[in-house]
């Protein structure tokens, strides 16, 4: 998935919405309200897609939240200028085993000795069984993880991750990252490049997981499945 300044400005826009009907609300015009007599069903047509392409809500929440994920990990940077990098597990009292672990493999990702790749399944703000694939080196780089490690928020799969599926719509993406290569023609199955040293990650829980590769299966009581995959990077 390519970004460019207009998916920022678009970010952007959406911030000004508090809640998905305020979203709905600015593309309901006057005349609707005069012909319909009623915002709510007037709301409806647009998130129908009677008035054009509209986000579903799914979409509204996720994007906002990645939009407002990014201008924090943005003001966070600013305000951390010059400072000595802290670990966004340090000091955490850490309970669950996936939080754990993540904990473990938060230095060596951060400094680029490991590049993990993290698979999740679970449930939903709105309760639809989603699963994906989420590079954990690229996500500490570009979101704050202490509301994750705090418990304020729950580390979920995305649409901009490697990969990403949602069980009920139906929706499947797939997107590499500045760390790995998705490959998902291949006989073998899914597979993920490490665009470093070229090596390949392979996902596939009845083959082994690679060169200079490990997958670790965690029982979590945040989450239905949780695997961690690890590929070490080697230096000379």
Known sequence: MEYSGAVGRFHDSLSKFKVYEDYLDSKVTSMDLFYLKSRELARKLVEHGHKGTVLSREE???RKAAAQAAEA??????????????????GKELKDNFLKALAEREEANRSGKMTSVIFIRDHN???????????????LKTQDFEPYFSGKKRLMPG???LCYYNWKTRVSTSNSSPNFEVIYDDPNGLLFKNKRDKK?????????PGEDSSRTFLQSDLYVHVVIYDHNIRTA
Request: proline share 4%; no cysteine.
């Open 125 to 139: 703000t709105l309760g639809q069984e989603v699963s994906g694939y989420i590079d954990y080196t690229h996500r």
């Open 73 to 90: 990990a943005k003001s966070n940077a600013f305000h951390n200028r010059g400072r000595p990098a802290t670990l966004a597990s340090a």
């Open 200 to 208: 390949i990650l392979n996902v596939d829980p009845l083959s082994g």
């Open 159 to 161: 649409r901009s991750d």
């Open 60 to 62: 509204f929440v996720e």
